[in-house]
Each structure stands twice: as structure tokens, then as C-alpha cells.
């Protein structure tokens, strides 16, 4: 349906003139006479009472005059807000995990300066779950976290892939397949913040290969810690063995400093997921949808081995 019709409709209702309404919208009596009779011809009834003497609706148009009045209203804040927001601007709450900070996410803050400069970015690093909790609050616009949140009221899509592997110091234990799940066992087990997927997992692998080793339950420690730089610089260090994403420690892995252990099982690949409210701006939607490409764009230079897009 011709919206424009809509409009001289109602136009047309509150000038009660054809001439009036020609001149409101700079055309003429006979181009709102036949934009009446297309829209007639469109909602098959007739709209003005042509056997009247003075000018008069019919008794169906007054009855969808309503709804008319709906549709050009609507129409009206479309337009206005797809004219407002064309140039993206403002600020941009961004909350995301340690994982994206160690990876992409530099990437993607110099695509989005690129393609956005009028839109300030306030940038919040944190777990999980604080900022899952922060994004229901709304006291953020956009989030990259691990798994994603789960409401009526916020859209999640996951982003990428990232493989966990057992990884150690170079040096530090014999690696060996015949006993290195005894000697694993003798070390704390790093990996991300209590509570979290990564955690609960590895709580069960653990179990797991105690049961299964000389190595009693109660003799195996899991040291957990939101920083990844702290857990890198703690096996750099001797002090433990980590679970965690490989791309973590890609160039420690490609320099020798540190080596991947033949562990299994190991723990489950985590996803980076993109969270915003449903109601989003215009701002958000530009920056998720940069988030996608710069996303895609790094997976694409790195081996599947440390990250794989599903984005």
C-alpha cells in the first residue's frame, strides 16, 4: 500500500477540501482525486460521499481514519530515525572478557574508529558474569563474554570457537605420555575465574584423571584467577599447568617457551559470544555488526588449531 495515499487521506480529512489538500502537498485537485480513488480501489469501499453537496467522508473512511493516522505516524518515525541515526554517534558501553582483550579485540576498536569516529567507546573488562549481570541492568550497551546470556530481552549470537589444551613451561615435567597424568597431577591447575564454564569443567576432567591415576582427589589443586595475564605469567613461572584457550599463548608456544601437553581429555572449547538488548540503537547494531567482521576477519589469519569463527 502507497503510503503517500495514506497521508492525502488524511490530509484530506482535516482540510475537507481537495483543492485545500492540493495545495498542502503541492499537487493538484485531480492527483488527490485519483490517489482517493486508488486507495478506494485498494480497501474496496468508498471513502468520500461523492452524492453529498459539501464536502463529507463516508461512514467506513471515518471508521479507518485511525488506523491511516497510525500508519503515516509510524511511517513519519521511521523515516525520521533511519535520517537521525546515518551518522553514528554517541557513546558505546562496551563490556568484554579477557579472551577478546588477548585476541581481536584491538581489531576491532580500530575498525570501529575507523568507520565510526563520532562514537565514543567506554570500555569495561571484566568476567562473565559481571557483565552479563551489567547488560541486564543496562549499564551496557554491547557485550563480549563467554556463552552469552540467556533472556527474552537481549539477543546473543555466538562469534568464535576457542580450543582449550593443557599448556606448561618448557622443561618444567617430562611429557612423555607413561605417567604425565601423575605428574600433571602434582601441580596446580590453572585456569579462568571460580564459577565459570571453563572451571566447572575442568573440576570434572580433574576428578576424572585422579580417578584414574595414583594421584588421590585430595592432592590436586585448581588455582583460578580472571586474569590471563596473571595465569600466563604463572606458568611462566614453574608454578603450575594451565587449562585454558591455546590462542592465549600462541607466540609462547611458537617461541618455545612454552609446550603443549598430550593431556586428555582435554577441557571443552569455550564460546565468545555478542550480547545487546533487543531495543538496541542504531550505534549498537553498527557495532555488532563490526564486531562480526573484525571477528571473522582475525579467525581468518589465525590456524583453526587456536580459533575458528562461527560468525
Known amino acids: 500500500m502507497n503510503t503517500r495515499f495514506l497521508e492525502t487521506l488524511v490530509m484530506l480529512a482535516q482540510l475537507k477540501s481537495f483543492r485545500a489538500t492540493a495545495r498542502a502537498l503541492h499537487t493538484t485537485p485531480a492527483a488527490i482525486s ?11 469501499t468508498e471513502l468520500v460521499d461523492r452524492s453529498a453537496k459539501d464536502f463529507q467522508l463516508t461512514a467506513n473512511a471515518e471508521y479507518l481514519l485511525s488506523y491511516a493516522k497510525a500508519v503515516v505516524d509510524a511511517t513519519q518515525r521511521l523515516q525520521n530515525a ?5 551518522v553514528v554517534h554517541g557513546k558505546l558501553r562496551l563490556g568484554v572478557v579477557e579472551t577478546v582483550v588477548h585476541s581481536w579485540l584491538s581489531d576491532y576498536i580500530r575498525e570501529i574508529n575507523g568507520s565510526h569516529p563520532q562514537l565514543d567507546i ?18 551496557l550497551d554491547l557485550a563480549l ?3 552469552g546470556s540467556n533472556s527474552a530481552e537481549i539477543i546473543s549470537e555466538p562469534l568464535a570457537l576457542y580450543p582449550f589444551r593443557w599448556i606448561a ?32 569443567a575442568l573440576e570434572e576432567i580433574v576428578t576424572k584423571l585422579a580417578n584414574h591415576s595414583t594421584t588421590s582427589l585430595e592432592r590436586t589443586r585448581i588455582t583460578c584467577s580472571p586474569s590471563v ?3 600466563i605469567q604463572l606458568v611462566r613461572d614453574g608454578f603450575g599447568i594451565a587449562a585454558i584457550p591455546k590462542l592465549l599463548v600462541k607466540s609462547q608456544l611458537e617461541n618455545g617457551e612454552f609446550v603443549e601437553l598430550p593431556v586428555q581429555p582435554v577441557p571443552p572449547s569455550v564460546v565468545v559470544s555478542m550480547s545487546r538488548h533487543t531495543s538496541a540503537s542504531m550505534a ?28
Open 145 to 147: 563474554s563467554i556463552e
Open 82 to 86: 533511519a535520517r537521525n541515526e546515518s
Open 169 to 200: 613451561r618448557s622443561g618444567l615435567l617430562l611429557t612423555h605420555k607413561e605417567g604425565l597424568v601423575n605428574r600433571v597431577l602434582q601441580f596446580p591447575i590453572l585456569t579462568f575465574g571460580r564459577g565459570t564454564t571453563p572451571h566447572r
Open 122 to 139: 567506554d570500555l569495561i573488562v571484566d568476567g562473565s558474569a559481571l557483565i552479563e549481570k551489567k547488560l541486564r541492568a543496562r549499564e
Open 34 to 44: 485519483l490517489r482517493i480513488k486508488a486507495l478506494e480501489d485498494e480497501l474496496r
Open 284 to 311: 549498537v547494531h553498527a557495532a555488532a555488526a563490526i564486531a562480526r567482521t573484525a571477528c571473522s576477519s582475525y579467525c581468518r589469519r589465525v590456524s583453526r588449531n587456536y580459533i575458528d569463527a562461527l560468525c
Open 229 to 231: 595475564a596473571t595465569i
